[in-house]
């Protein structure tokens, strides 16, 4: 059995699709991890070079747009 040129690019298109659906995700998760940052940092951190430690998490701080702002990190 043959397959048809219409039934064959409705498969591809649909292929097309997922890949981007896929794409759009990985990049809003990629971008979201960018912005997970706060301006100040809780009562109570303590200076770990090169981090500060506050509740269980680790703080850098970095300077975004102009303004001094604490990146959330994993170390």
């Known amino acids: 059995m043959t397959v048809g040129f219409s039934k064959a690019y409705a498969i591809n298109r649909g292929q097309a699709r997922r890949t981007a659906r896929r794409t759009a995700r990985r990049t809003t ?4 991890r960018r912005h997970d940052y706060i301006r100040s940092l809780p009562a109570g951190c303590v200076w770990r070079p090169p ?6 998490i680790y703080y850098r701080p970095t300077v975004v747009d102009g303004v001094n702002v604490f ?3 994993t170390p």
């Open 29 to 32: 998760r990629r971008v979201n």
């Open 51 to 56: 981090y500060h430690f506050c509740s269980g």
């Open 71 to 73: 990146i959330v990190v």
